[in-house]
Nanobody
Framework: VQLQASGGGLVQAGGSLRLSCAAS????????IGWFRQAPGKEREFVGD????????DLTDSAKGRFSLSRDNAKKMVYLEMNSMKPEDTAVYYC??????????????WGQGTLVTVSS
C-alpha cells in the first residue's frame, strides 16, 4: 500500500487543522493506519492509530481530547483532526499502515510527511 499525507500548513495556537492520509494500491480496509510526528531536532513520536474498521482508536495522552481519528474506507482516506493546537504540535506528520492490530506502534508502510507549523 502507498500512502500520502497532506493538509499541513501554518496555523495559530488554538486553531485547528485536518490532515489527510490517502492510500493506493492494496486493499485499504486490510490495514490499520497510524500517525506519527517528528519535531525539529527530536525523535519521531507516535500520535495515534485507527484499526481497519475505524471502530478502535488509540491516541497518546498528549493527543487525547484535542485530536481525533477517522477513516473512510470507500475513499481510502484517514483523517487526523487536530484542535486546540499548541506550538509544541509543530512537526512533520507522517501516516503509516500495517496489517496487524493492535499495531503496538509498529508499521510496515510509510508515507511522505506533511509539515504542520503552529505559531504562538
Amino acid at each position: 500500500v502507498q500512502l500520502q499525507a497532506s493538509g499541513g500548513g501554518l496555523v495559530q495556537a488554538g486553531g485547528s487543522l485536518r490532515l489527510s492520509c490517502a492510500a493506493s494500491g492494496s486493499t485499504f480496509s486490510d490495514y490499520a493506519i497510524g500517525w506519527f510526528r517528528q519535531a525539529p531536532g527530536k525523535e519521531r513520536e507516535f500520535v495515534g492509530d485507527i484499526n481497519w474498521s475505524g471502530g478502535s482508536i488509540d491516541l497518546t495522552d498528549s493527543a487525547k481530547g484535542r485530536f481525533s481519528l477517522s477513516r473512510d474506507n470507500a475513499k481510502k482516506m484517514v483523517y487526523l483532526e487536530m484542535n486546540s493546537m499548541k506550538p509544541e504540535d509543530t512537526a512533520v506528520y507522517y501516516c503509516a499502515a500495517d496489517r496487524n492490530w493492535p499495531t503496538l506502534g509498529v508499521f510496515e508502510f510509510w508515507g511522505q510527511g506533511t509539515l504542520v507549523t503552529v505559531s504562538s
